[in-house]
């Protein structure tokens, strides 16, 4: 158990389709993250919640959109996508306080794009 | 460009010898540096970190080496055993108000029985 839940674990979609990715953390953390990683590459950061907030997009396509109802639950909607966003999908939460601390992150969604 | 560089994809080590896993920044506002480990199917998970003001930090067979003037930090892993062959990322944080890692590509690790 490792206090953030993603859900689905795997997801295929077609171009024309739109899905949610779910994520959910039982740690008491005030923020969350999107993190895309691909193939052979670094993490790369998509969006940060800092108390439901959004205080961080980097330059993500605008056919990703994040929703964060509550600072324990994070959604990343997703529409008309192509096959390079084919890709594992991370969520990841932290607590931010004065104190350095380390990000807790999800198992991952799977997504294919076809 | 890439901030965080882990310059080996992969490494590959006898079982009860020596893992020695490397990490290079350009940032110098980097203050703190964590390294994460990531099994296949699972997401990272947080395996030890060092602040800036310090130059090691151990956490039983886990190690982890900074040198602000190379910009260059390490993992030691010893002795390695198989269960730790995995993918090992080393991330990154600015000081200041922004919180987010900064993440090199990975190294994957294989520890031979």
């Known amino acids: 158990e490792t206090g953030v839940t993603q859900t689905p674990r795997h997801l295929v979609m077609g171009m024309t389709n739109k899905k949610s990715l779910k994520c959910e953390q039982h740690?008491?953390?005030?923020?969350m993250y999107w993190y895309k990683q691909s193939a052979k590459k670094p993490l790369e950061l998509m969006f940060v919640?800092?108390?439901?907030?959004?205080?961080e997009n980097n330059s993500v396509p605008s056919r990703f959109s994040p929703e964060c109802p509550n600072s324990s639950h994070l959604f990343l909607h997703l529409h008309t996508l192509q096959p390079e966003d084919s890709a594992l999908y991370l969520c990841?939460?932290?607590?931010?306080?004065?104190?350095?601390?380390?990000?807790?992150f999800g198992q991952g969604t799977r997504l294919t794009v076809v | 460009d890439q901030q965080v560089k882990q310059n080996s994809p992969s490494l590959s080590v006898q079982e009860g010898r020596i893992s020695i896993l490397n990490c290079d920044y350009t940032?110098?506002?980097?203050?703190?540096f964590l390294w994460y480990k990531k099994y296949p199917a699972e997401g990272p998970t947080f395996l030890i970190s060092?602040?800036?003001?310090?130059d090691k930090n151990e956490d039983g067979r886990f190690t982890v080496f900074l040198n602000k003037s190379a910009k260059h930090l390490s993992l030691h892993i010893v002795p390695s055993q198989p269960g730790d062959s995995a993918v090992y990322f080393c991330?990154?944080?600015?000081?200041?108000?922004?919180?987010?890692?900064?993440f090199g590509s990975g190294t994957q690790l294989t520890v031979l029985p």
């Open positions: 060092i602040s800036s003001i310090k």
């Open positions: 990841a939460s932290s607590q931010e306080t004065g104190a350095n601390s380390e990000a807790f």
């Open positions: 940032n110098s506002m980097f203050d703190y």
């Open positions: 991330a990154a944080r600015e000081s200041g108000s922004a919180r987010q890692l900064t």
């Open positions: 740690l008491g953390h005030n923020a």
């Open positions: 919640y800092n108390f439901k907030e959004q205080t």
